[in-house]
């Protein structure tokens, strides 16, 4: 199966500040996915971006499909983007998603 | 729009004994996977259902075993706990039909095992 990489492991940041976190994988996917996992446990999504480019608020994705690889862009970093961020895909050749260790986030105030 | 819904929210058990968890997908979707989350790692698949088989299985014993039922929802079954099985448990959904196979995940069931 597919190997799914991210970095970095951890992340500490002030609030307002900005951060990239990079996710690579094994192989080529047709599912990819960012989440962000809140302090409960609950997965939220952010994006399926299985290539391109896409924004929403704060938080933009790029995917470069060719090259396995996709970033996460949290702009003017809040106390509530805290958490866990996952990137999961699954490959042409099945369902299985995997999910990559993620990148635990902390902003302070 | 009614999202994933997972229950219990939370299960304390003992070591032999059996727990079954349940989900709810979202709406108008029809396959269902499951997924363990050991504390401080990413979630690693257990097996997905549709129509009411199971599809695909990651790498976990048959103690693990799984149901869906005509409306879509499901089962979780891990029978002979071990104090390993304790873990936050998260249900995701998504439709058959959709070509992106874009997951949406419930809120999970933390299961502990003493």
């Known amino acids: 199966g597919i190997q799914v990489e991210q970095s970095p492991p951890d992340l500490i940041l002030q609030e307002g500040a900005n951060s990239t976190l990079r996710c690579n994988f094994s192989d080529s996917v047709n599912n990819l996915q960012w989440f962000h996992q809140n302090p409960w446990g609950q997965l939220i999504n952010l994006f399926y971006i299985p290539s391109g480019t896409k924004q929403n608020g704060r938080l933009s994705a790029t995917t470069v499909a060719t090259e396995r690889y996709s970033l996460l862009y949290i702009s003017s970093s809040q106390t509530t983007d805290s958490g866990v961020y996952f990137c999961?895909?699954?490959?042409?050749?099945?369902?299985?998603?995997?999910f990559g260790p993620g990148t635990r986030l902390s902003v302070l105030p | 729009d009614a999202g994933v819904t997972q229950s219990p929210t939370h299960l304390i058990k003992t070591r032999g004994q059996q727990v079954t968890l349940r989900c709810s997908p979202k709406s108008g979707h029809d396959t269902v996977s499951w997924y363990q989350q050991a504390l401080g790692q990413g979630p690693q698949f257990i097996f997905q259902y549709y129509e009411e088989e199971e599809r695909q299985r990651g790498n976990f014993p048959d103690r693990f075993s799984g149901h869906q039922f005509p409306n879509y929802s499901s089962e979780l079954n891990v029978n002979a706990l071990l104090l390993g099985d304790s873990a936050l448990y998260l249900c995701a959904s998504s439709e058959d039909r959709d070509s992106t196979n874009e997951q949406f995940f419930g809120p999970g069931t933390r299961l502990t095992v003493l």
């Open positions: 999961a895909g699954n490959t042409n050749y099945g369902q299985n998603f995997v």
